[in-house]
């Protein structure tokens, strides 16, 4: 008597999020989501940590509604992906959060950003 060969089953749940149909890893570790929908909520909670991280250090530093970034760069050091930064004061001036003032000599040393200009901003409303 021969044992049982198993086999990938020819009909796969379906995705909860997308509708489309299981992926095999996700199927074996009995996902109700797929790969791909999976990493798009991941992302997604990922950006909001980030962006309530960036306001909560705009404030922090704030000082009479100004913002140097100068006094930002500590705080979000560590917290925040470097490479996501840029993203995130971008996002900040379309809200109307942040508005620039003028540009000042940088003190960043520890990020190697000493020859590039730092920003001064009003922070503005709530976000």
């Avoid at 929908?37 to 404030?59: G, H, K, N, T």
């Amino acid at each position: 008597m021969t044992a049982p060969t198993l086999h990938p089953p020819t009909t796969r749940p379906l995705c909860d999020a997308c509708g489309d149909t299981i992926d095999y890893a996700a199927f074996l570790c009995d996902a109700p989501v797929c790969t791909s929908c999976e990493i798009r909520r991941l992302r997604a909670r990922r950006e909001s940590d980030e962006w309530s991280v960036f306001v909560s250090a705009l404030r922090q530093a704030a000082v009479g509604g100004v913002v140097r970034w100068n006094d930002v760069r500590p705080i979000i050091r560590g917290r925040i992906f470097h490479k996501h930064i840029g993203s995130l004061v971008k996002k900040a001036k379309a809200q109307g959060l942040l508005v620039e003032i003028k540009r000042e000599s940088s003190a960043d040393a520890v990020g190697r950003n000493t020859h590039h200009d730092s920003g001064v901003y009003r922070l503005r409303g709530a976000a």
